[in-house]
């Protein structure tokens, strides 16, 4: 007979037995180039103010504000254009009072200005008197006969981008704990950041045994099966922010398997096997590794387990049902493994059930379920599939787990339960 514990024991036990993942080692990546979708470690501060000069928001002409200040509808303001400034490398000449600039956005904004008019608001008037209304024409009009009128005056700083206005040198840019979207990236590209620090992602050995088992480019013979929880479970690894460091499949054969193990425990900071742990005749797990403990846990699907140290290094076993083997994973490792590579854990959702449903007492069930309407919390939920652990096209229908605490015999159409995304 083996040790019997509940699910809260089982996770409390996997957490402890992983505390060691918490602690992660970090890594630099290049800004452009394999950042994406990773963790970062620790926040980024801006090593200059952003943007990093005075600027022009508009295309148009810089002045003083005090020399339009009287400008209105029907009342222009004419100045002297004496320069032209674009987005482009070089510092501009200080701004002779009573003159203006035509500046384009971004460039910077010249010494003795202090405001932009928007090229709209302008009628900008040739040497030769002819009117050139476009903004984005290239004739350049430097000396005393180009002339800007303008038809609105604008106040001190209008249209000027101040340095640290974006932000401030210092101030975090980005927050540990970012998983970097483009976002992200362009914050820091932008602050002239070419690395970040990132979390190096725990490592997984994924193995699968039994002697049935082929890839999914094999063709089967008799009695033989698709491997679906190696792919499964590598995805599943991947998605809660780890990374697969192995993969293999094994026969049922213990000293195969051990040898197989012993493999992974050295090169991954986590193993987890599939297969092999129940109570039949070929249980290679169980059978390849007597120092760690194999019990069962009060749930279905999922209720044989093994947790223990192999070799030095941590080992799970889940069970080889391929349902079986998803429902562990994410009811005993997807949080463990996303806080340790710096994510939040996955957020439960209240749902209310669309149908009653019964459940055999003394075990926790996790049903798979898919939201009726809307996947909203308070939604209603319905169950997809059947109770069997070898359900793995129903489950593929499915949105959630329906989590039916242990002690319910049954529960009514309309009964709250607690579902854990998929
Ligand atoms: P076991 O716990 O090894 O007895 O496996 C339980 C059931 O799950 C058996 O029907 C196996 O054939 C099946 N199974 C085990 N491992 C896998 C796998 N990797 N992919 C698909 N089915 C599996
Ligand atoms: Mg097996």
Redesign the pocket.
């Known amino acids: 007979m083996s040790e019997r514990v509940d699910v809260e024991q089982h996770r409390a036990d996997v957490a402890e037995l992983l505390a060691e993942l918490a602690d992660r080692p970090t890594e630099e990546v290049p800004v452009d180039q394999g950042a994406l979708g990773r963790v970062l470690a620790s926040d980024v501060v801006a090593p200059g103010p952003l943007p990093r000069f005075r600027n022009s928001q508009m295309d148009g002409f810089a002045v003083r504000a005090a020399d339009v200040a009287s400008a209105g509808p029907g009342a222009p303001v004419t100045l002297p254009v004496v320069g032209d400034v674009a987005a482009a490398p070089g510092e501009p000449a200080p701004l002779t009072p009573g003159t203006a600039v035509r500046i384009m956005t971004g460039a910077p904004v010249p010494d003795g200005a202090d405001a932009v008019v928007p090229v709209e608001d302008t009628d900008h008037v040739t040497f030769n008197g002819v009117r050139d209304d476009s903004a984005h024409h290239d004739g350049v009009h430097h000396g005393s006969a180009a002339k800007v009128e303008i038809g609105r005056g604008r106040e001190a700083g209008q249209f000027v981008r101040e340095p640290g206005s974006d932000v401030a040198e210092g101030a975090v840019v980005l927050r540990a704990g970012t998983v970097l979207a483009p976002h992200h990236v362009a914050a820091a590209a932008a602050c002239g950041i070419a690395r970040l620090t990132v979390s190096v992602p725990v490592s997984v050995a994924v193995v699968?045994?039994?002697s049935?088992?082929v890839a999914p480019d094999d063709e089967p013979g008799p009695g033989q099966?698709?491997?679906?929880?190696?792919p499964?479970l590598a995805a599943a690894v991947v998605a809660a922010g780890g990374r697969v460091g192995l993969r293999l499949?094994l026969p049922?054969d213990p000293e195969v398997v051990r040898t197989g193990l012993e493999r992974a425990v050295a090169l991954c900071d986590l193993v987890l096997t599939?297969?092999?742990?129940?109570q039949?005749a070929?249980?290679?797990?169980k059978d390849a590794l007597p120092e760690v403990t194999f019990r069962s846990v009060a749930m279905q699907p999922g209720g044989?387990q093994g947790l223990g140290r192999f070799a030095g290094g941590p080992v799970l076993a889940f069970?080889?049902?391929?349902v079986?083997?998803q429902v562990s994973f994410v009811v005993f490792l997807r949080d463990l493994l996303r806080q340790a590579g710096g994510l939040p854990p996955v957020r439960q959702v209240p749902a209310v059930l669309d149908a009653a449903v019964v459940s055999p007492a003394g075990k926790r069930q996790l049903l798979r379920g898919r939201w009726v309407d809307d996947a909203a919390a308070g939604a209603r939920v319905a169950v997809v599939g059947g109770p069997g652990?070898?359900l793995?096209a129903s489950m593929a229908a499915a949105d959630v787990l329906i989590d039916v605490p242990a002690a319910a015999t049954r529960l009514d159409e309309g009964a709250e339960v607690t579902t854990w995304p998929l």
Do not use: K
């Open positions: 699968s045994t039994g049935e088992l099966i698709w491997d679906a929880n190696g499964a499949t049922d599939t297969g092999g742990v129940s039949g070929y249980e290679v797990v044989p069970p080889g049902n391929p079986s083997a652990s070898h793995v």
